[in-house]
T-cell receptor, first 114, second 116 residues
Framework: KNQVEQSPQSLIILEGKNCTLQCNYTVSPFSNLRWYKQDTGRGPVSLTIMTFSENTKSNGRYTATLDADTKQSSLHITASQLSDSASYICVVSSIAGGSYIPTFGRGTSLIVHP | DAGVIQSPRHEVTEMGQEVTLRCKPISGHNSLFWYRQTMMRGLELLIYFNNNVPIDDSGMPEDRFSAKMPNASFSTLKIQPSEPRDSAVYFC??????????????FGDGTRLSIL
């Protein structure tokens, strides 16, 4: 069964600090891994998309890594800002029979305090 | 540029009523997705379309749910009859299919549906 596990479930940090969110998956066959940021009351916003051959991808202060061997990904946030407070969702996609099959993590809720 | 537009933003109705959710994708995008998000189950893909054609509706929970995409700029998700367990936030997303699956999906801000 395809699964995506995210940790921690929630995280509180002080403004300016760095943090790392984890995503472990058992999805096969693997197509890509996406990280989304979801602000309260809004739709998810795409941060990064990584395919099998990509180890790291950055989007401003957000850097995602992918280890396809261990089936792990991380999202590192540098110099956190209050606006980083949100839920971060990891999604691993598979393609089967021509169909797109996403498996969603439950998200990590990040709170950045001043 | 206008993003994905969903309407209504909020819907409260009594069980048994028909509910219609609407989505206007980003112009030029040819793939459209309907998702549902609840506290219990997180995000779930319900159905998606490529070039207005439904590709996979295996995520649609029951026959009470139906989705249409009559043209490239409009899609509806209908629930008839609605039940309290359908209460959730329903998101629509669109993407440009060219380039394969590795394209960012752009989400609307969702419809928060409450069935009493």
């Amino acid at each position: 069964k395809n699964q995506v596990e995210q940790s921690p479930q929630s995280l509180i940090i002080l403004e300016g600090k760095n943090c790392t969110l984890q995503c472990n998956y058992t999805v096969s066959p693997f197509s890509n891994l996406r990280w989304y940021k979801q602000d309260t009351g809004r739709g998810p916003v795409s941060l990064t998309i990584m395919t099998f051959s990509e180890n790291t991808k950055s989007n401003g202060r957000y850097t995602a890594t992918l280890d396809a061997d261990t089936k792990q990904s991380s999202l590192h946030i540098t110099a956190s800002q209050l606006s980083d407070s949100a839920s971060y969702i990891c999604v691993v996609s598979s393609i089967a029979g021509g169909s797109y099959i996403p498996t969603f993590g439950r998200g990590t809720s990040l709170i950045v305090h001043p | 540029d206008a993003g994905v537009i969903q309407s209504p933003r909020h819907e409260v109705t009594e069980m048994g009523q028909e509910v219609t959710l609407r989505c206007k994708p980003i112009s030029g995008h040819n793939s459209l997705f309907w998702y549902r998000q609840t506290m219990m189950r997180g995000l779930e893909l319900l159905i998606y379309f490529n070039n207005n054609v439904p590709i996979d509706d295996s995520g649609m929970p029951e026959d009470r749910f139906s989705a249409k995409m009559p043209n490239a700029s409009f899609s509806t998700l209908k629930i008839q009859p609605s039940e309290p367990r359908d209460s959730a936030v329903y998101f629509c997303a669109s993407t440009r299919r060219a380039g394969g699956d590795n394209q960012p999906q752009h989400f609307g801000d969702g419809t928060r549906l409450s069935i009493l």
